[in-house]
């Protein structure tokens, strides 16, 4: 059964009505949020893999493909793949989602020029739950999701963007200046809900960037 889009945009406010992340910003979903969407975001907060598994038995992974550009569409379903790629499609849904669509840096709302980004590598994941975990996400445009992936720029615990000393020491045009050192000391555009968590922060401030 496919769900209407309202309905799916109702849910999401929902949860973010019940994410302490979000409320403890000062921030509120829905007031009266129904007890079944309660007890799926406290079973499910921390476990986010075994989520992704439980959607795609329950509606063939019927994951939303929320382009602005052509709309909401059921994505077909991905049975018969494995796992990881599962993992990436609920992950860049979620993400997605969270971000309404915009690049936390630029605002940009091009959808094949947006990444969902792992703040913890996917790579350096231990789990399903982590790897599929919203709250280690942050959507990019492809240059600076590039950027992030190769430590050449950061993000703090506030929220404010770092950028590499390698990346100042090169900054020999104009594009360069604009694009990547002008960061420095911006704050992202945080999420409705599933902001950035602290420790995936941290992990890419001590182990991926490069100061």
Request: net charge neutral; hydrophobic share 40%.
């Amino acid at each position: 059964m496919e769900l209407p889009i309202g309905s799916l945009v109702l849910r999401m406010r929902n949860f973010q009505f019940l994410d302490p992340g979000v409320t403890g910003e000062g921030k509120k979903g829905m007031s009266h949020v129904a007890k079944m969407d309660k007890q799926v975001f406290e079973e499910f907060q921390n476990d986010w893999g075994e989520l992704a598994t439980m959607a795609e038995e329950a509606v063939g992974l019927a994951l939303f493909d929320a382009t602005p550009d052509k709309g909401a569409k059921v994505l077909s379903s991905l049975t018969d793949r494995n796992k990881v790629s599962r993992e990436r499609h609920f992950f860049r849904a979620s993400v997605l989602t969270s971000y309404n669509n915009k690049c936390c840096i630029t605002g940009l709302t091009l959808p094949t020029l947006l990444a969902a980004s792992h703040i913890k590598p996917f790579s350096e994941c231990r789990s399903s739950s982590e790897r599929t975990d919203p709250h280690n996400g942050l959507l990019l445009n492809t240059l600076h999701d590039k950027a992030f992936d190769q430590g050449l720029i950061t993000v703090t615990k506030d929220y404010k963007i770092w950028v590499s000393q390698k990346v100042k020491d090169f900054a020999n045009d104009s594009f360069t200046n604009t694009s990547l050192v002008a960061l420095e000391g911006r704050q992202i555009i945080l999420p409705r809900n599933f902001l950035p968590a602290a420790e995936c922060l941290e992990y890419h401030n001590d182990v991926i960037f490069k100061g």
